[in-house]
């Protein structure tokens, strides 16, 4: 059976820093652009990071407006994925879900419709 399982959710205070980490089970997903999605409260699922995966390396990596040069996606093989978020703000309150797509390339990446398995999320919860 195909799972994604994040991990690394809590508390914590605006300017601190937390990891998420994602494993993917039950395939290989070599082949597969991994990414990180959120949901904040009374709001709809948006595009966080990604990343595409060649040749056993990473070929490119992407982010959100909002989360570009405070986040960080890595991504040691084709089945993990980690998400290093620094000077978190309380808008950064959500739940975090990993996904994977065979198809989320260029601007597909930030559709979460080119995505065909999810994780079931963690809440990161970031106080003022």
């Known amino acids: 059976q195909v799972q994604l399982v994040e991990s690394g959710g809590g508390l914590v205070q605006a300017g601190g820093s937390l990891r998420l980490s994602c494993a993917a089970s039950?395939?290989?997903?070599?082949?597969?652009?991994m990414g990180w999605f959120r949901q904040a409260p009374g709001k709809e699922r948006e595009f966080v990071a990604a990343?595409?995966?060649?040749?056993?390396?990473?070929?490119?990596t992407d982010y959100a407006d909002s989360v570009k040069a405070r986040f960080t996606i890595s991504r040691n093989n084709a089945n993990t994925v980690s998400l290093q978020m620094n000077s978190l703000k309380p808008e950064d309150t959500a739940i975090y879900y990993c996904?994977?797509?065979?198809?989320?390339?260029?601007?597909?990446?930030?559709?979460?419709?080119?995505?065909?398995?999810w994780g079931q999320g963690t809440k990161v919860t970031v106080s003022s």
């Open positions: 996904a994977a797509g065979p198809r989320a390339y260029g601007s597909s990446r930030y559709s979460e419709t080119s995505y065909d398995y």
């Open positions: 039950g395939r290989t997903f070599s082949s597969y652009t």
């Open positions: 990343t595409t995966w060649s040749g056993g390396r990473i070929y490119s």
